[in-house]
């Protein structure tokens, strides 16, 4: 591949790590599953979800510390990954108006 493709992929796997980060900060905010009321289905629910955006906020973090730390650019496999979820977050986004 050549260097401005290799450029390209970098910049959208950054960004796309940024999108991500960011609702996965804002939707651990919203996450408790040591909620008082709840039952057990929606605790473990609600530990299930936390578990699912704690990681892709680790996954997000990865691809943001990725060109900072001059580590190996990310190959097509982590830019097509990382930019699913970030298109399905804009798309939840703009479908909630």
Known sequence: ?????LAALSIVHFVCGLI????ALNKLERTDPLAEGLTRRQRLTDALKAVAWGLLAVG???ALVTP????????LL???VICGFAVLIVR???KEG
């Open 20 to 23: 991500v980060v960011a609702e």
């Open 1 to 5: 591949m050549s260097a401005a493709w």
């Open 92 to 94: 939840t986004r703009v």
């Open 68 to 75: 900072l730390l001059h580590l190996e650019r990310p190959s």
């Open 60 to 62: 997000g973090g990865g």
């Open 78 to 80: 982590d830019v097509c």
